[in-house]
T-cell receptor, first 117, second 115 residues
Framework: AQKITQTQPGMFVQEKEAVTLDCTYD???????LFWYKQPSSGEMIFLIY??????QNATEGRYSLNFQKARKSANLVISASQLGDSAMYFC??????????????FGTGTRLLVSP | SQTIHQWPATLVQPVGSPLSLECTVE??????LYWYRQAAGRGLQLLFY??????ISSEVPQNLSASRPQDRQFILSSKKLLLSDSGFYLC??????????????FGSGTRLTVV
């Protein structure tokens, strides 16, 4: 079963507007972490934001915020004031594994965001 | 901070030829290391991971193998490439420390095209 689901293959937004990229996850662990990465056409993975399962407040990093709804198992990324340079693939990922043992990142299939002038 | 060097950046190889992709890590010791593959337009699939020298675990059965001859060196290999091995290969590391919030670093990737 898919552990990270990103239902939006592509999203369009106009420059300076806000956009929400959806991510739902599936886990029975109590302790887990959720990440968002940006992948431009060069292929590098750029870390954007992290949310721990025990964090009570939604994570924010500059123009990025994470709308964490634990009961619904969703961790949507909100990008405010979109810029042309935000055009890229965006991946949601979940850290699996016990906190004192081996851990790995499991990724969704990604959402391609296109920002238009 | 951790830095990952991955090479080559781009590779075009004929079907049936061997493969060797190398990843080296700086700025940390005893990291967990990972090889991911991204097929065109798709997400990242974990291929192999390693928790120490000589310790390799495979996530999916495939035509590839991995080795970790040194603490900060992770190698992805194949004896005979298939067309389906084409993709973007990313090396990643995680330092097994108590900071659980972040810690993951990715290399710049190798774009492999098998022809």
């Amino acid at each position: 079963a898919q552990k990270i689901t990103q239902t939006q293959p592509g999203m369009f937004v106009q420059e300076k507007e806000a956009v929400t990229l959806d991510c739902t996850y599936d886990t029975s662990d109590q302790s887990y972490g959720l990440f968002w990465y940006k992948q431009p056409s060069s292929g590098e993975m750029i870390f954007l934001i992290y949310q721990g399962s025990y964090d009570e407040q939604n994570a924010t990093e500059g123009r990025y915020s994470l709308n964490f709804q634990k009961a619904r198992k969703s961790a949507n990324l909100v990008i405010s004031a979109s810029q042309l340079g935000d055009s890229a693939m965006y991946f949601c990922a979940m850290r699996e594994g016990h906190s004192t043992g081996f851990q790995k990142l499991v990724f969704g299939t990604g959402t391609r965001l296109l920002v238009s002038p | 901070s951790q830095t990952i060097h991955q090479w080559p950046a781009t590779l075009v190889q004929p079907v049936g030829s061997p493969l060797s992709l190398e990843c080296t890590v700086e700025g940390t010791s005893n990291p967990n290391l990972y090889w991911y593959r991204q097929a065109a337009g798709r997400g990242l699939q974990l291929l192999f991971y390693s928790v120490g020298i000589g310790q390799i675990s495979s996530e999916v059965p495939q035509n590839l193998s991995a080795s970790r001859p040194q603490d900060r060196q992770f190698i992805l290999s194949s004896k005979k490439l298939l067309l389906s091995d084409s993709g973007f290969y990313l090396c990643a590391c995680k330092t097994p420390d108590r900071n659980l919030n972040y810690g993951y670093t990715f290399g710049s990737g190798t774009r492999l095209t098998v022809v």
